[in-house]
């Protein structure tokens, strides 16, 4: 797994590599790739969203955050959020960076507004990528256990990782902020 | 098992008692100890009473998205259980007007199965509500021969052996020294497990508590306020100077007897706790003797009878002869067959608003039956710790038991008289409490850029990622809490469960109909509202939090959680909710003229025919109910055994003391 990530992989390339998903999830979720890969949740998400949008279309979203990356990494200082895919350059992108953030945090996936799901029905007729339908829907109970939202809240989620007895009486543990300056990159 | 429908290879039990919840259960047990045969009859299915199917419940409950007190548990449309979201999905209830705001769960383990598990004692003063400040109903006990706005020594005694009583079965962990005077309490009382410690919040709150609190209209009342360890029946420690050294071996899990944990903080109490840390009733069922008490699930009770289905001779002489019940195979077919176990005493032990249900089907004759429905009026006040930059406004929300700590000296005083009493706890669990509530931050920042009742509504939606979102949610999450305000409702006769042929689920049983609001009490309540909500900002103020809440009145979808009522105080629009304590459809009192059960929770009616419960009660105080229907039901346990002691000739009978008597 030391080649390098290529800048514009196909569906069945991104697909066969996580390492895609974490690259693109570093800006979106402003964590690390060690945070994202600690989750254990990588690749059942990444399966989420391919399922939910397609292969190829992952792998555009993918793209689209490698070169919002580099953009950024430019600049100085380097800027704490990254463009979303424009609304109107690609909707069905924009609402499933918004899904994959919500992914991250909350461990749901949330689908797509309606006016995104009909485009992508609609694209769907004529170049399939075989998606399926976009419900609410918690991925999987490690998927809520491992929420980043946690990470965040000064707290635990509730019905799992239990701090252990009379924890709760001592200071809760600093939260760490997030990192600045450059974002990684897996290639 | 019981005969099929009017065979005749019929099994007599002692007593029948319908529902396998934790008043059901703790009948069951005591009987059983005295050697009675005893048959439970529940309605929904045991799927979680295995290690296995609890540990499903666990997976269901992380799985969900909605994680509501229901969640973990299957819905099971044989026997259907109310949900808050969808209040006339079960009930039927107007849905344009206020609502009976609170659920409960039908599998066996009952609603206990998702309980806090807090279990304040009642104040003296909650049980003679009448004769003290003229609100609600009194209980039917024997009241001080020289004051009767006092109980009798007597009472308070039986009271206190029960309470003690019920404290064992529940294993609960308090400090009784610290409580002080909150509830009928002896000198010297140890709890059966050591107190649970107070969290980091609750700290924070003692630190800036005033000796005094101005309160009530014009802080006319003044009241010492106190942060005093609530009991809670969850595992600690034993407490090795239980009942003067004996001490206390607390039950271990289901299925699992050797695995016994104490509270780890998972902070998922409502609705189940991982590590069974806490007690639900099948802990109490898990001590059953087998060949003293049957279990059988997916039953569900139809009527009691007051006749003999299989000997038609046989006369009728007002006693309940058993019940008529319906067996289904699969919970989602209409299919069921119709059986009938017979007692010597029938239990009805199946919710407050079930009990209800069933006496009126059964064709009880008391006007009172299904009158004077109670929930506890429950009002949330959020805030958030100042924003120091840095750990000093992080106080940690989801960590720990929901509530450790109860503000204490609100819940009784000559106030009483105009404005409800309140209970406070400081909710360990931020706002909304449960644990989804932070996924709605992180999806209003997503989707629209901005926090719920902080931030204004950005015109356009704007939609955060990355750094930025990871670093308002970690300035605006751990800053979360909120003050839980449970209020006292009076009885009211107008607020029923009633039933009609027009409304029947899927086996033909009746849903129940429900008529429910504040009604002549709002005041009553509301005020009191106001009044605990100002409390709270006194709080705040001192802690230099500020509040936050709805500015806008928000206009009920479909899919919100119900709402008894609403009311608007300095600015914000606060609900009041319901907080699953149903009681009083069955109240207790001195004959059929004012009440469906005496002191007992015998029907006035029917002398072998006892309805166990919130039901049962005619006043709630500002206690959370379980423990003194706990209580109740083990006194009523011991007349039950009295009577069956009478019924059986049994020549010691004179032996026995009846219960409290």
Redesign the interface.
């Known amino acids: 797994m030391t080649a390098p990530l290529k800048p514009d992989p196909t569906g069945e390339q991104f697909a066969a590599d996580e390492r895609y998903f974490v690259d693109m999830s570093v800006p979106l979720t402003g964590f690390s790739p060690e945070d994202l890969y600690a989750t254990g949740m990588v690749e059942e998400y990444q399966r989420t969203l391919i399922a939910r949008i397609g292969a190829q279309r992952a792998a555009d979203l993918y793209r689209h955050y490698r070169k919002k990356k580099q953009e950024a990494n430019a600049k100085s200082p380097v800027p704490d959020e990254l463009p979303w895919p424009t609304a109107t350059d690609d909707p069905i992108l924009a609402d499933a960076a918004r899904a994959v953030v919500k992914m991250w945090y909350v461990g749901a996936w949330y689908g797509l507004s309606p006016a995104a799901e009909a485009k992508l029905r609609e694209a769907e007729k004529t170049k399939p990528q075989g998606v399926a339908p976009n419900e609410a829907f918690m991925v999987s109970p490690e998927a809520y256990l491992n929420g980043l939202v946690w990470k965040v809240s000064g707290g635990h989620p509730p019905g799992g990782k239990p701090p252990g007895y009379g924890s709760w009486q001592s200071p809760p543990v600093p939260i760490p902020a997030p990192a600045t300056g450059s974002y990684e990159e897996l290639s | 098992m019981t005969a099929d429908r009017y065979a005749h290879n019929r099994v007599r039990y002692h007593a029948v008692i319908v529902g396998g919840g934790i008043y059901g259960s703790l009948v069951a047990k005591r009987l059983s100890e005295n050697g009675w045969k005893v048959l439970i009859l529940e309605a929904g299915t045991g799927s979680v009473a295995t290690w296995e199917g609890y540990s499903a419940a666990?997976?269901?409950?992380?799985?969900?998205?909605h994680?509501s007190p229901n969640s973990p548990y299957l819905p099971n449309p044989a026997a259907p259980s109310p949900d808050n979201t969808d209040p006339s999905g079960y009930f039927v209830q107007q849905l344009d007007g206020p609502l009976y705001a609170s659920d409960y769960l039908r599998t066996l383990g009952g609603t206990t199965l998702h309980w806090e598990g807090v279990v304040p004692r009642m104040h003296e003063g909650d049980f003679l509500t009448q004769t003290r400040y003229g609100v609600g109903k009194n209980w039917p006990l024997k009241v001080h021969d020289k004051d009767p706005s006092a109980l009798s020594p007597t009472t308070l005694a039986m009271l206190h052996k029960y309470y003690s009583e019920a404290e064992f079965e529940l294993g609960v962990a308090g400090d009784a020294k610290a409580l002080g005077k909150s509830g009928v309490m002896v000198p010297k009382y140890t709890y059966p497990m050591k107190n649970?410690?107070?969290?980091?919040l609750d700290?924070k709150i003692a630190e800036v508590l005033p000796e005094k609190i101005g309160y009530g209209p014009h802080g006319t009342a003044s009241v010492e306020p106190n942060m005093v360890p609530a009991p809670q029946a969850r595992n600690?420690s034993p407490n090795p100077d239980y009942r003067k050294g004996e001490g206390f071996r607390p039950v271990g899990a289901i299925g699992i007897p050797n695995y016994g944990e104490?509270?780890?903080?998972?902070?998922?109490c409502i609705p189940?706790c991982?590590?069974q840390a806490k007690y639900t009733p099948l802990r109490t069922q898990s001590q059953f003797k087998d060949d003293l008490v049957t279990v059988a699930t997916r039953s569900v009770v139809s009527r009691v009878l007051f006749h003999d289905p299989l000997e038609k001779s046989r006369p009728r002489n007002g006693r309940a002869t058993g019940v008529e019940y319906k067996v289904y195979e699969d919970p989602r077919s209409r299919a069921f067959t119709t059986h009938y176990a017979e007692a010597d005493i029938v239990v009805l032990a199946a919710h407050a608003i079930e009990n209800a249900k069933l006496l009126l089907a059964s064709g009880v004759d008391n006007k009172h039956i299904g009158r004077n429905l109670m929930d506890h009026p429950l009002v949330y006040a959020k805030a958030l710790m100042p924003d120091t930059r840095?750990?000093g406004g992080?106080?940690?929300?989801?960590?720990?038991?929901p509530a450790?700590s109860f503000l204490d000296g609100f819940r009784d005083g000559a106030w009483r008289v105009g404005f409800s009493p309140f209970r406070a706890a400081v909710s360990?669990?931020?706002w909304g409490g449960m644990?989804d509530a932070?996924?709605h931050e992180?999806?209003a920042l997503?989707?629209e850029g901005y926090l719920p009742h902080v931030d204004e509504k950005p015109k356009a939606a704007k939609?955060?990622?990355?750094?930025?979102?990871?670093?308002k949610?970690?300035g605006h999450?751990?800053r979360q809490f909120q003050m839980e305000l449970l209020l006292e409702q009076p009885a009211n006769e107008n607020n029923t469960v009633t039933i009609s042929p027009d409304f029947r689920d899927n086996l033909g049983n009746f849903r129940p109909v429900i008529k429910y609001a504040f009604g002549s009490d709002s005041d009553y309540v509301v005020d009191g509202a106001r009044h605990a909500v100002a409390v709270a900002r006194e709080l705040f103020t001192r802690l230099g939090a500020k509040e936050y809440g709805s500015k806008v009145a928000p206009v009920r979808k479909p899919g919100d959680e119900a709402v008894i009522a609403r009311f608007e105080d300095g600015g914000f629009h606060y609900d009041i909710v319901g907080a699953r304590h149903g009681a009083g459809t069955h109240i207790m009192g001195l004959s059929a003229d004012d009440s469906v059960v005496d002191e007992f929770q015998r029907s006035h009616n029917h002398p072998n025919l006892y309805a166990v419960g919130c039901g049962s009660m005619p006043a709630i105080g500002t206690s959370n109910p379980t423990l003194t229907g706990a209580a109740m039901a083990l006194r009523s346990a011991d007349q039950i055994h009295s009577d069956l002691m009478d019924l059986h000739n049994t020549l010691s009978v004179t032996l026995f003391e009846k219960a409290g008597q």
Do not use: E, M
């Open positions: 666990v997976d269901d409950y992380r799985a969900a998205l994680k649970i410690p107070q969290s980091y700290r600690s104490r509270c780890q903080g998972n902070s998922s189940i991982p590590v840095g750990v992080n106080i940690g929300p989801h960590r720990g038991p450790t360990n669990w931020g644990a932070f996924s992180v999806r997503v989707d939609h955060l990622s990355g750094r930025a979102l990871r670093r949610l970690a999450l751990p």
